[in-house]
Nanobody, 122 residues
């Protein structure tokens, strides 16, 4: 099994930055592609970013390209999301997820964290 625990959320003003972390435990971290998803109130959960097993490949939803960066440290079993130039519309609960690259980028992954709240004030 896989356990995922997010941290790093909080309240930030528009234009500010936050760095989210996701600690992975259980089955080996390096066998999973990883992703970040978010869910705003009243909206469906949406894909934000994904990273391949070794970090060589990444994918982003259009609305965060150029502002968010996903990266991983396989030695620390940790996934990160650096979020810059934050906007009020980025406000959501952010979830990390683990599965294959195909599932992460096109379906709902099998393993999820509990989520961390990000609030961007205008």
């Amino acid at each position: 099994q896989v356990q995922l625990v997010e941290s790093g959320g909080g309240l930030v003003q528009a234009g500010g930055s936050l760095k989210l972390s996701c600690q992975h435990s259980g089955r080996p971290f390096s066998v999973y592609a990883m992703g970040w998803f978010r869910q705003a109130p009243g909206k469906e959960r949406e894909f934000v970013a994904a990273i391949s097993l070794n970090g060589a490949r990444t994918s982003y939803t259009d609305s965060v390209k150029g502002r968010f960066t996903v990266f991983r440290d396989n030695a620390k079993n940790t996934l990160y999301l650096q979020m810059n130039s934050l906007k009020p519309e980025d406000t959501a609960v952010y979830y990390c997820a683990a599965d294959s690259w195909t599932v992460i980028t096109s379906e709902l992954p099998k393993y999820w964290g509990q989520g961390t709240q990000v609030t961007v004030s205008s």
